[in-house]
């Protein structure tokens, strides 16, 4: 079974910017739904994007217009650029993957069956 391995988290200042890269052991994982997730202390872990075999995105309200999810199938990445970052941000953040969901469906923990360790990302105001 693949593996998925976060990298990239750190801690900045508010208005600053960071890139999160998740490494996929197999190939095959990128042709399925895969999403970042955060999880901030004393709260449930939510979807904060998402990315479809067809490269559809979507994105939690929290976050449009600041964060970018992406594929790189050169590389074997799964990508989150996140700009204007703000305290709230504050996360560990993790990769995903719906194994042989090629669409995005649903949200729920339960529609992802790989995770990664996560990363940690935290925003100073």
């Known amino acids: 079974q693949g593996q998925l391995v976060e990298s990239g988290g750190a801690s900045v200042q508010a208005g600053g910017s960071l890139r999160l890269s998740c490494l996929v052991t197999?190939?095959?994982?990128?042709?399925?739904?895969m999403g970042w997730f955060r999880q901030a202390p004393g709260k449930e872990r939510e979807a904060v994007a998402t990315?479809?075999?067809?490269?559809?995105?979507k994105y939690a309200d929290s976050v449009k217009g600041r964060f970018t999810i992406s594929k790189d199938n050169a590389k074997k990445t799964l990508d989150l650029v996140m700009n204007s970052l703000k305290p709230e941000d504050t996360a560990q953040y993790y990769c995903?993957?719906?194994?042989?969901?090629?669409?995005?469906?649903?949200?729920?923990?339960?529609?992802?069956?790989?995770w990664g360790q996560g990363t940690q990302v935290t925003v100073s105001s």
């Open positions: 990315i479809d075999t067809f490269a559809s995105t």
């Open positions: 197999e190939f095959a994982y990128l042709t399925y739904c």
């Open positions: 995903a993957a719906a194994l042989g969901r090629p669409r995005c469906s649903s949200l729920d923990r339960d529609f992802f069956a790989s």
